[in-house]
Nanobody, 126 residues
Framework: QVQLLESGGGLVQAGGSLRLSCAAS????????MGWFRQAPGWEREFVAA????????VYAESVKTRFTMSRDNGRNLVFLEMNSLKAADTAVYFC???????????????????WGQGTQVTVSS
């Protein structure tokens, strides 16, 4: 049974930082591209960042690319999202997701991702 468990969300003031973590179990972690998505109330879920199965490639949404950093630790089945210079517009539930690296496609394509965590709330006060 595959499980993705996010942690690290919370309430932070604008300009502050948070570090999200996602612990994966029940899958061969090194065979999955990993992504972070977010969903704000009344909005569709959107792509934030993704990294390849090896961590050799990482892509970001334009809105976060100078402020967020995604990384992974294949030895511990973990992915991270370091978020700096947070804005009120970053307020959302953040989801970790896994896509098999054997299924080619774009990192930002939400339909590629087979497994999803429950999400962690990030609230940025202005």
């Amino acid at each position: 049974q595959v499980q993705l468990l996010e942690s690290g969300g919370g309430l932070v003031q604008a300009g502050g930082s948070l570090r999200l973590s996602c612990a994966a179990s029940g899958l061969t972690f090194g065979e999955y591209d990993m992504g972070w998505f977010r969903q704000a109330p009344g909005w569709e879920r959107e792509f934030v960042a993704a990294t390849s199965f090896s961590g050799g490639a990482t892509v970001y949404a334009e809105s976060v690319k100078t402020r967020f950093t995604m990384s992974r630790d294949n030895g511990r089945n973990l992915v991270f999202l370091e978020m700096n210079s947070l804005k009120a517009a970053d307020t959302a539930v953040y989801f970790c997701a896994a896509a098999s690296a054997f299924n080619a496609g774009y990192y930002y394509d939400i339909t590629r991702y087979q497994y999803w965590g429950q999400g962690t709330q990030v609230t940025v006060s202005s």
